[in-house]
């Protein structure tokens, strides 16, 4: 069974925090996509990655960065958490259609 | 760049009844498209998707879906909706030979009632 994995479901963090959201999948694709999900906006692309070390900018990728140094793992960086950060988050990986992680909700207080 | 709307943010229905939820598309180019679905509290997972040849698609859970290039509509369709199809459904697309990056509707929330 196909799996992309997200490290956490739930997390809860301080303003200006540096917060990690790690993503493995096991099926060996190249793309890998962060979404962020709000109510009434649907899914907000923040940055992908086609390959190991590229990365290209999504639709909103202010406040966050990336990491791709392994194939299956990509990790988006909240540099420093704003409490409009809060949200759930969603991992991808992408051949001719996506597969998606659990999400993990975050909250910033 | 490509598009996608879904008309309806959410669509009440009784449990029996027959729904369709709405999608359209907008692209330059030719696109493959998919219906995803999530259920409270967990990622999205693939419903149905149309690459090419027949433009009707189905689920293994009953749903169903058109391709109508002229009319740059892709709605999903089930004669009889179940309690457990309560969830949020999202539409999207992606350009052929390339990048494949999806872009999603906003999703519609579908509630079935008893």
């Known amino acids: 069974d196909v799996k992309v994995t997200q490290s956490s479901r739930y997390l809860v963090k301080r303003t200006g925090e540096k917060v990690f959201l790690e993503c493995v999948q096991d099926?060996?694709?190249?793309?890998m996509f962060w979404y962020r999900q709000d109510p009434g906006l649907g899914l907000r692309l923040i940055y992908f990655s086609y390959d190991v070390k590229m990365k290209e900018k999504g639709d909103i990728p202010e406040g966050y960065s990336v990491s791709r140094e392994k194939k299956e793992r990509f990790s988006l960086i909240l540099e420093s958490a704003s409490t409009n950060q809060t949200s759930m988050y969603l991992c991808?990986?992408?051949?001719?259609?996506?597969?998606f992680g659990q999400g993990t909700r975050l909250t910033v207080v | 760049a490509q598009s996608v709307t879904q008309l309806d943010s959410q669509v009440p229905v009784f449990e029996e009844a027959p729904v369709e939820l709405r999608c359209n598309y907008s692209s330059s180019v030719s696109v493959y498209l998919f219906w995803y679905v999530q259920y409270p509290n967990q990622g999205l997972q693939l419903l149905l998707k149309y690459l090419s040849g027949s433009t009707l698609v189905e689920s293994i859970n009953g749903f169903e879906a058109e391709f109508n290039k002229s009319q740059t509509s892709f709605h999903l369709r089930k004669p009889s909706v179940h309690i457990s199809d309560t969830a949020e459904y999202f539409c999207?697309?992606?350009?052929?030979?390339?990048?494949?990056?999806?872009?999603f509707g906003r999703g519609t929330s579908l509630i079935v009632h008893p």
């Open positions: 099926m060996d694709h190249e793309n």
């Open positions: 999207a697309v992606s350009v052929t030979g390339g990048s494949y990056i999806p872009t």
């Open positions: 991808a990986s992408f051949s001719t259609e996506a597969f």
